[in-house]
């Protein structure tokens, strides 16, 4: 018979969102329960966020060492090991599965392993292949089931030649040519990692730019920084078909004014953004919205149904892991009702993209904020200024800080270059502590560091750089 169990909060998905609300509730004293149907820590643990980043950094590694000679060193007969390198992301994937089932079992949270449903006004029932093995419930749930690669009809991933993310991660041989359709951070990151590693690639992207959340600025930054390192781009241009033979693709591409091109490549990556997983749920019946593939929230991760709330990639953009997160966190202290819980800040969300180089960025772009009505003061300070980037031998790349020209808000602050990912958390405090350009110039940043291009860019934008 299936186990029948009561809670204070169930919570279907163990991802980002869901296994980081299951330990802040336990924190809180209450009875959790978390379903989890494949792999503890979600698509960004065992499929996204850490297994490709040890990926990219075997090719960050790769290419050091084929400029061995710009350090004054001298390495001879550089190759790489596909299958060890796929391993190794597998096994930090695993290690930190492994970490997050210990941090749910130190906080006293009940997890299950199977497939979760709503059966009613607080009951969840749990299915492991057909079989029911546990029913559920709570006063409260909250569904945290994620999102999955989109699909586009004449398009569909085949897992073979034509690959998702999943098959991207885990090359059996290594593709000599590849077509990555979608240039957003995924497109770009796996674009980065093949052709560091010396495949011919080919980026398809339907709108003007590469990376269209990006200022577009950082963005052309980018664009020129790629192509030189020899891959091929075709902006405001789409995939109109693939057609497959038994170890490559063609590629139909419409470049636009009447021009079409076919490409033969090895495989083809897509990257053209991602739906919420909202089938099987037990919506039906219930008063939970579902919007273009996205469970609709107010500003507290409330759905339409009372009790019942949605957290993460399953409510929309951004699609970011420490969005998720921090959505568990927000909803299980409202939830709990605690006095000093604060709302979701879309302007405070960094997001980051780690190619070669990298490229992160918070709040409004340039345009936006113009488009805004905003009147602006715009600061900028590149890579080859800053001593600490001479040394590393890391000169390519620029600062971007953009202000309110009449209060001093810092409105958005877009970074490309080495580190960047780890620099942009010092603009994510400043724009949390609703900082003004007075208090970052009269900051002191260390040196030498990369970070004092970030002094340095909000000095510009008040025509006081000292250093460039």
């Not at 909250?142 to 690959?163: F, H, M, T, Y």
């Not at 359709?181 to 093949?194: D, K, L, N, R, W």
């Not at 939970?288 to 009372?306: C, F, K, M, S, Y």
């Amino acid at each position: 018979m299936a186990e029948a169990k009561n809670f204070d909060l169930i919570i279907i998905g163990g991802g980002p969102g869901g296994y980081v609300a299951a330990i802040r509730a336990a924190q809180l004293g209450g009875s959790v329960a978390l379903v989890e149907a494949e792999h503890l820590g979600g698509i960004c643990l065992n499929w996204g966020c850490i297994p490709t980043k040890a990926l990219l950094r075997t090719a960050e590694v790769f290419h050091l060492m084929n400029h061995a000679g710009d350090y004054g060193l001298s390495v001879k007969e550089v190759s790489f090991d596909i299958a060890k390198t796929v391993k190794r992301s597998r096994d930090i994937a695993e290690r930190l599965s492994a970490g997050v089932k210990h941090l749910l079992k130190k906080n006293k949270v009940t997890v299950f392993d199977g497939h979760g449903r709503l059966d009613g006004p607080g009951k969840v029932v749990v299915s492991a292949g057909k079989k029911k093995i546990a029913s559920l419930t709570a006063k409260n749930i909250i569904l945290s089931s994620g999102a999955r690669a989109r699909d586009l009809p004449g398009l569909e991933a085949d897992g073979k030649l034509v690959w998702t993310y999943k098959e991207a991660m885990v090359p059996e041989t290594m593709p000599l040519s590849l077509l990555v359709v979608g240039s957003g951070a995924i497109g770009m990151e796996f674009a980065s990692f093949y052709r560091t590693l010396g495949a011919d690639v080919t980026v398809v992207e339907i709108l003007p730019s590469i990376l269209p959340v990006e200022d577009a600025e950082i963005a052309a930054l980018a664009r020129r920084a790629f192509e030189a390192q020899g891959m091929k781009i075709h902006t405001s241009a789409t995939v109109t078909s693939l057609q497959k033979a038994a170890k490559n693709v063609t590629a139909v591409i419409d470049l636009g004014g009447g021009k079409t091109s076919n490409l033969t490549v090895d495989k083809v990556i897509l990257a053209i953004g991602i739906t919420g997983n909202v089938e099987d749920l037990g919506l039906d019946g219930t008063s939970v919205a579902v919007d273009r593939g996205h469970i609709v929230v107010d500003q507290w991760l409330r759905t339409g149904e009372p009790r019942i709330f949605a957290i993460g990639d399953v409510v929309g953009p951004p699609w970011l892991a420490h969005k998720a997160s921090h959505e568990g966190v927000i909803c299980v202290e409202k939830i709990a009702g605690l006095a000093d819980v604060q709302p979701l800040k879309t302007a405070n969300i960094p997001g980051c993209t780690y190619c070669m180089p990298q490229i992160a960025s918070i709040g409004m772009t340039e345009q936006a904020a113009k488009d805004a009505g905003r009147k602006v003061k715009v600061g900028r300070f590149p890579y080859l200024g800053n001593g600490k980037a001479i040394a590393l031998g890391e000169t390519e790349g620029l600062i971007k800080t953009i202000f309110d020209a009449a209060t001093g808000e810092l409105l958005g602050a877009h970074m490309i270059g080495a580190e960047v990912t780890e620099l942009i958390q010092g603009f994510c405090v400043a724009k949390t502590l609703e900082t003004t350009e007075s208090e970052l110039m009269h900051s002191i940043f260390p040196h030498p560091t990369l970070s004092e291009m970030m002094h340095e860019s909000v000095l510009d934008a008040y025509g006081r750089a000292i250093h460039f």
